[in-house]
Nanobody, 123 residues
Framework: QVQLVESGGGLVQAGGSLRLSCVAS????????MAWFRQAPGKEREVVAS????????DYTPSVKGRFTISRDNAKNAVYLQMNSLKPEDTAVYYC????????????????WGQGTQVTVSS
């Protein structure tokens, strides 16, 4: 299993930007697909973006396409989420996730979770 530590959350005004980082340890990072999930109060945890192991194919939930970018740096054992044009509805706790499954589309395939980082977007 891989251990994950997120950073980079905070409070930002609508239209602003944040960059989340997640550093992994404990296993071969390049063999894991990575994803960012989020969970708002009273809502289910949803996948925001994912990046596959091997070819780094990315996938985004429709509400963030064109605004968020997921990337990975295997040399640094890190995955990032650049969030631009933030909206109040992006407010949630964001979780880094790792899986040996190629495409992460559901929490059920996640093997490791980070502790979460709060993102709050004010209107």
């Amino acid at each position: 299993q891989v251990q994950l530590v997120e950073s980079g959350g905070g409070l930002v005004q609508a239209g602003g930007s944040l960059r989340l980082s997640c550093v992994a340890s404990g296993s071969t990072f390049s063999r894991y697909s990575m994803a960012w999930f989020r969970q708002a109060p009273g809502k289910e945890r949803e996948v925001v973006a994912s990046i596959a192991w091997g070819d780094s194919t990315t996938d985004y939930t429709p509400s963030v396409k064109g605004r968020f970018t997921i990337s990975r740096d295997n040399a640094k054992n890190a995955v990032y989420l650049q969030m631009n044009s933030l909206k109040p509805e992006d407010t949630a706790v964001y979780y880094c996730a790792a899986s040996t499954v190629y495409r992460i589309a559901t929490p059920r395939v996640v093997g490791s979770w980070g502790q979460g980082t709060q993102v709050t977007v004010s209107s």
